[in-house]
């Protein structure tokens, strides 16, 4: 398999560093595959030397193995993924990707292969808890587009009991990086981030969790044009039942549990009524 990265716009003909050498690329071939990431979302995604690096990048690159494609990465501000998808500018989206109702409508999603609750992230020093860190005149960090500013909005904004405000940023370590200055009061992100930023040595601590056992999975446009869905679902479970899947996690979040595989899946979800593609053998009935 010939795996190519990029960091520039697929129809952008560019040079990247790979394995200590370059490489120059061009637009997408009919037989590769485009995969969607926002590359400053660590543990899942993020560049460091000027290489991908980060759990959903290293599975990628493994499922792509095992089902014998081509992929190159293309870097995109997380608020632009799920409409490049949509789009079908991207063939694949590969990050922390939350399931949700709304976005099942637009995209169409793997098994599931992580499962996450919400963290409120608080400056070291803060005396706020999980409830004064979302209230009480709190300027809350969320990511645009993002699940955790679906749940503040539906949950804490909408009510107009509660005196807060969002502030939405691009990526959350920009929001962290305010939260740590003083900008923001707090901010909500998935709880393996949370942590990854805790082991870091981020200046920030966590107030608390929001149990709501949301899915992660990997997203193909609606319908399945490039029909890739079925070759996903496979390589997602087989890297699993390897043990290759567990050695990724634990590269970039040591000694996590890692969920089983597949794991809770709404039934809102489309794309996991059984059978689903691949693994005629899985599915909600």
Same mark, same amino acid.
């Given at each position: 398999?010939? #795996?190519? %990265?990029?960091?520039?716009?697929?129809? *952008?003909?560019?040079?990247?560093?790979?394995?200590?050498?370059?490489?120059?690329?061009?637009?997408?071939?009919?037989?590769?595959?485009?995969?969607?990431?926002?590359?400053? !979302?660590?543990?899942?995604?993020?560049?460091?030397?000027?290489?991908?690096?980060?759990?959903?990048?290293?599975?990628?690159?493994?499922?792509?193995?095992?089902?014998?494609?081509?992929?190159?990465f293309q870097d995109m501000p997380f608020p632009?993924?799920?409409?490049? /998808?949509?789009?079908?500018?991207?063939?694949? #989206?590969?990050?922390? /990707?939350?399931?949700?109702?709304?976005?099942?409508?637009?995209?169409? !999603?793997?098994?599931?292969?992580?499962?996450?609750?919400?963290?409120? #992230?608080?400056?070291?020093?803060?005396?706020?808890?999980? !409830?004064?860190?979302?209230?009480?005149?709190?300027?809350?960090? *969320?990511?645009?587009?993002?699940? @955790? @500013?679906?749940?503040?909005?539906?949950?804490?904004?909408?009510?107009?009991?509660?005196?807060?405000?969002?502030?939405k940023y691009d990526n959350y370590v920009t929001?962290?990086?305010?939260?740590?200055?003083?900008?923001?009061?707090?901010?909500? *992100?998935?709880?393996?981030?949370?942590?990854? $930023? %805790?082991?870091? &040595?981020?200046?920030?601590?966590?107030? =608390?969790?929001?149990?709501?056992?949301?899915? #992660?999975?990997?997203?193909?446009?609606?319908?399945?044009?490039?029909?890739?869905?079925?070759? /996903?679902?496979?390589?997602?479970?087989?890297? $699993?039942?390897?043990?290759?899947?567990?050695?990724? *996690?634990?590269? $970039?979040?040591? =000694?996590?549990?890692?969920?089983?595989?597949?794991?809770?899946?709404?039934?809102?979800?489309?794309?996991?009524?059984?059978?689903?593609?691949?693994?005629?053998?899985? &599915?909600?009935?």
């Amino acid at each position: 398999m010939k #795996l190519t %990265i990029s960091i520039l716009p697929a129809a *952008v003909m560019g040079t990247v560093m790979l394995g200590g050498g370059f490489s120059t690329i061009a637009s997408a071939q009919d037989e590769s595959y485009t995969v969607g990431v926002e590359a400053s !979302f660590p543990p899942w995604a993020y560049v460091e030397a000027g290489e991908f690096k980060g759990i959903a990048i290293d599975a990628m690159e493994a499922i792509a193995e095992e089902a014998g494609i081509e992929i190159e990465f293309q870097d995109m501000p997380f608020p632009s993924l799920i409409p490049a /998808l949509a789009a079908e500018k991207i063939d694949i #989206l590969a990050t922390g /990707l939350t399931v949700t109702e709304e976005r099942s409508q637009n995209i169409d !999603f793997t098994i599931p292969w992580w499962e996450t609750n919400d963290v409120v #992230l608080v400056p070291e020093d803060s005396d706020l808890n999980v !409830f004064t860190a979302v209230c009480c005149g709190a300027r809350v960090g *969320v990511q645009g587009g993002s699940s @955790q @500013q679906a749940w503040m909005e539906e949950n804490v904004v909408n009510s107009g009991d509660i005196d807060v405000e969002l502030a939405k940023y691009d990526n959350y370590v920009t929001a962290v990086d305010d939260m740590a200055i003083g900008r923001i009061s707090s901010v909500i *992100v998935d709880d393996t981030s949370a942590q990854e $930023y %805790i082991n870091a &040595g981020k200046p920030v601590k966590m107030a =608390g969790k929001i149990y709501i056992r949301a899915p #992660l999975a990997l997203a193909v446009s609606k319908d399945d044009p490039r029909e890739i869905l079925g070759d /996903l679902n496979q390589g997602i479970l087989a890297i $699993y039942e390897s043990g290759e899947w567990g050695k990724i *996690v634990d590269e $970039y979040i040591p =000694g996590v549990s890692v969920p089983t595989i597949p794991g809770y899946m709404p039934d809102f979800v489309d794309t996991y009524q059984k059978p689903v593609a691949g693994l005629p053998e899985l &599915g909600n009935e």
